[in-house]
């Protein structure tokens, strides 16, 4: 059985809830996660220098500035009767059943996908096979090496604002001249919606270009360029980042054999491989993670369900891990795949808001 820890406020791991690459920005009223039993603020993305509102001259840096603070109110502790043990479900995975997906064969299917891109052109064409790219964007010449997509939406209100990151990792030359190069061309070009609106020249050479969708919306589609003085040995020389507003959060198969409880909000999906980067996070041979939210008076649900033996059901191995900044915490396995699954507190103005479950696996060619 799981052990409940007896803290103030519960941690949960910071990266499941900063923000995307050039994601808003942040305020002193603004949620958080705690990763103590003292609250801290959420870590800010580093690329955050190129979140900035648009210049309407296209080429000079401009002063950022902070998105309205959520005001949903925290939920208050429940009266309800505590379930028995494994009252949870989903795919049929109460009291230790499981008739959904094997997750190492959902996953390595997808993945056969993302592998097949590595070594195309850096182009329209080549990205296809992952999701779509603008058609009318001077891109720099280059070789796919790695993938991420990214869907995310913020957990602290209702109505559903997903941003999706569609990012690939390119063996291409970028660089300052390189991308002052590609802002010249737009700039003569009368006849194009991109500008250049933002630039950083310190530590890396990350690039925002913006333009209105072509399908008339007005939020603005973001480009982001961004190359590395010296990348390591698990993330690309060069990376293309397209920022779009999501439609809606997306029905992969492998998340349907994840073992999770009914009734959670899917707030948070990221798959990559190669070499690809979304803010700290590699591809490897391989990453998924997957975040949902949970009302505070579903603790006890949550930690019936995790203790039914649905996870051995589902085809996962696992360790339960008790001293961990989690409220509970199992290290699991599937195959090649080796990662997590936690649930963690999550707080809004000081007070607890609800409980995220998180799962996170990879497959890391080191081990």
């Known amino acids: 059985m799981f052990k409940r820890r007896q803290t103030l406020i519960s941690a949960f791991v910071a990266a499941t809830m900063v923000l995307a690459a050039c994601g808003g920005s942040s305020s002193e009223d603004s949620d958080s996660v705690t990763t103590t039993d003292t609250e801290t603020e959420a870590e800010v993305d580093p690329t955050e220098?190129?979140?900035?509102?648009?210049a309407v001259d296209g080429g000079d840096d401009v002063d950022t500035s902070d998105e309205p603070v959520a005001t949903v109110a925290a939920t208050p502790e429940s009266t309800t009767t505590v379930p028995e043990p494994g009252s949870g479900t989903i795919g049929s995975g109460a009291d230790g059943v499981w008739d959904g997906p094997?997750?190492?064969?959902?996953?390595n299917a997808r993945f056969d996908v993302l592998r097949s891109v590595v070594g195309a052109p850096a182009t329209v064409e080549g990205i296809a096979p992952l999701f779509e790219y603008p058609t009318d964007f001077p891109f720099p010449d280059g070789v796919i090496v790695g993938s991420f997509h990214v869907f995310s939406q913020d957990w602290s209100v209702d109505e559903v604002d997903i941003e999706e990151n569609r990012i690939i990792g390119v063996d291409g030359v970028g660089g300052a001249d390189v991308f002052d190069a590609i802002a010249d061309g737009l700039t003569a070009d009368e006849a194009t919606r991109w500008i250049r609106s933002s630039s950083q020249r310190d530590q890396l050479d990350n690039d925002l270009f913006t333009a209105l969708p072509l399908d008339g919306g007005e939020i603005k589609d973001r480009l982001i360029l961004r190359s590395a003085f010296e990348p390591e040995a698990v993330e690309p020389p060069l990376s293309f980042n397209l920022e779009v507003p999501g439609v809606a959060m997306p029905e992969t198969d492998w998340l349907a054999a994840l073992p999770v409880l009914d009734g959670g909000r899917l707030v948070d999906v990221r798959e990559g491989y190669g070499l690809a980067e979304d803010f700290g996070t590699f591809g490897l041979d391989g990453h998924v993670s997957a975040n949902y939210f949970y009302p505070i008076e579903r603790y006890d649900e949550l930690e019936a369900f995790f203790a039914s033996g649905v996870l051995t059901a589902a085809g996962f191995t696992h360790e339960d891990t008790p001293f961990s900044n989690f409220d509970i915490r199992v290290d699991v396995s599937n195959?090649?795949?080796?990662?997590?699954v936690g649930v963690g507190s999550v707080s809004l103005n000081g007070e607890e808001a609800g409980y995220l479950v998180q799962w996170s696996l990879t497959i890391d060619p080191s081990v």
């Open 49 to 54: 220098a190129v979140e900035t509102s648009e």
């Open 102 to 107: 094997d997750f190492a064969d959902t996953a």
């Open 335 to 340: 195959g090649d795949w080796d990662g997590i």
